[in-house]
């Protein structure tokens, strides 16, 4: 044998500091991480010896153990499953490289309470140190199915840990435990107990797949018989999607959740499908109650358990559901799929698809009795998740009507409540259209924008749209039930017969009062619009920039290009308010004085305040504050 000490990287030390000295108050949770770990291990053997025969293995009887040693005071979680090699020992297990340390850190820090704080360790995947809460030292032994040779990782948390190689390891993984002593004000249990582990067991993994087996009791052979005393099965092992509802609690189906999502709280919603017929399978699905951290991350993991006929075939099973039901967590059973399914296979079967289109149906359809039979549910489904769920409008054309029934948006129409486009269009005024909506960061920015006025003064209702996903869905939709959905940051805008507006007469005479000054605004401006004219959205500002009715909005141009595609800039359409008195006095100047050299500057100007009013920034920002300040400084 040989052997070899390392040092823990520095995340991974700080991580077991904080085991160490109970950062969590329910120390129960390491036995439900370590024999999730152990029938991880089982599963991907399972897998592993579907795919290749001649696989050195023995799966005939795949299990957990649970030994208790009361005179040692050690537990031992032991498996015969995929087990692992020397050098993945020491990257798993010695570095944490990828088990999200640091994250799992930061979020640990921000964690207010006891119960946030015990859920992070399943969530981050840092769940075989959780062993260090009720021991002062881990032993683990393990050999990785097929090879002749194991390993054995011994530490004390201590910054330091031991890997030696040793030839009579048996197939798969045990994790010994020398437990602390039991100390019960801090929450630290005598896990020597045979009923402490058979009521940890039973909270947390009565639904493991495979049997999870303690010795009984005073066990080890007899007077009468040398052979020792069959373990005993601590699990049901029975699947509860396969069971009736009625055999199985809410508690059962939300332990369920929390072992295959991570999540330390209860799901927002259990969703059951059955599909009976030519091509059977069962599902059972979670709407979460928050959405996890790397919902947006490109490189997260999305998907459900995929098994066929009770046998594990894959975790994150992309091909079951849409990208925009990523945060959907659960487990699809199909009967009839083969068991040496791969991801290639699955983009291809039209048994998947026929899954994918049912489970993404009936998804849609709770969250739509959500919002009818439990508005407070659905509010916080939708704040959760209502952005990704917007992505769908874009790329599932065949469910968007039902997408567009269950979004809801915040509006000019009510402060905080939100409102559906169907709410809308029944609150739509006589001769109105058009769906109106802005796009912009927050509602503050949209509320203070120039072309929100001349809705404002005549009770109009916009859509206040601030997710970056708004642009691209309102664009690719178009309309709703015959209403076309308008940005009234785009094209001209005419509000006539929507309430009182300047009279036909009165606005022919100002476009000719203003001809001579607009025309001259287009030459100066030339490189930076592609038109000068006169606005009826404008009451109180005196200029504002809107996009052409088929062109991009800066936003989503900077959206395209933050994906890698380019895409020319459209010059924009500056509007000017006639009514203003700066833009009166600007034309009355043009009119009055031969010298224009101080007016461009002051078109200039308010171009760049008409940008900046919009939340953009004037070309040349360092030029616009010199103007700027030099105006001020005559002003003096």
Known sequence: MSSETFEFQVEARQLLQLMIHSVYSNKDVFLRELVSNASDALDKLRLEKLWDDALDADVSDLHIDIDIDTEARTLTVRDNGIGMSYDEVGRLIGTIANSGTAKFLQELQEAKDAAGAEGLIGQFGVGFYSGFMVADEVTLMTRRAGESQGTRWTSRGEGTYTLETVDDAPQGTSVTLHLKPADPENQLHDYTSPWKIREIIKRYSDFITWPIRMAPEGSGTDDKSD??????????MKALWARPRGEVSDDEYHELYKHIGHDWRDPLETIRLQAEGTFEYQALLFLPAHAPHDLFARDSKRGVQLYVKRVFIMDDCEALLPPYLRFVKGVVDAADLSLNVSREILQQDRHIEMMRRRLTKKVLSTVKDMMTKDQDRYATFWREFGTVLKEGLVTDSENRDVLLSVASFASTH???????????????????????????????????????????????????????????????????????????????????????????????????????????????????????????????????????????????????????????????????????????????????????????????????????????????????????????????
């Not at 052979?227 to 049901?236: D, V």
């Not at 959905?485 to 000719?512: F, M, P, Y």
């Not at 052409?548 to 141009?557: C, N, Q, Y």
Request: one cysteine or more.
């Open 414 to 636: 009510h402060d905080t409540e939100p409102t559906t486009l169907k709410q809308y269009v029944e609150r739509m005024k006589d001769g109105q259209d058009d769906i109106y909506y802005l796009t912009g960061e927050s509602r503050q920015s949209i509320e203070n924008s120039p072309h929100m006025e001349a809705f404002r003064d005549r009770g109009i209702e916009v859509l206040l749209l601030t997710d970056a996903v708004d642009e691209v869905w309102a664009d690719a939709v178009g309309e709703y039930e015959g209403k076309k959905l308008r940005s009234v940051a785009k094209g001209q805008i005419d509000l006539d017969g929507e309430g009182e507006d300047t009279s036909d007469g009165e606005r022919e005479k100002q476009t000719e009062e203003y001809a001579g000054l607009l025309g001259w605004m287009k030459e100066q401006l030339d490189g930076d619009i592609k038109e000068v004219r006169l606005s009826s959205r404008l009451t109180v500002s005196p200029a504002c920039v809107v996009s052409d009715a088929h062109d991009l909005t800066p936003a989503l141009e900077n959206m395209y290009r933050a994906m890698g595609q380019e895409v020319p800039r459209s010059r924009r359409i500056l509007e000017l308010n006639p009514d203003h008195r700066l833009v009166k006095g600007l034309n009355q100047a043009y009119n009055e004085r031969e010298d224009r050299t101080v007016l461009a500057e002051t078109a200039e100007l308010l171009h760049g305040l008409a940008v900046l009013a919009e939340g953009g920034q004037p070309k040349e920002p360092a030029r616009f504050v010199k103007l700027m300040a030099d105006r001020l400084e005559r002003a003096l």
């Open 227 to 236: 052979e020792a005393p069959e373990a005993e099965t601590l699990n049901s």
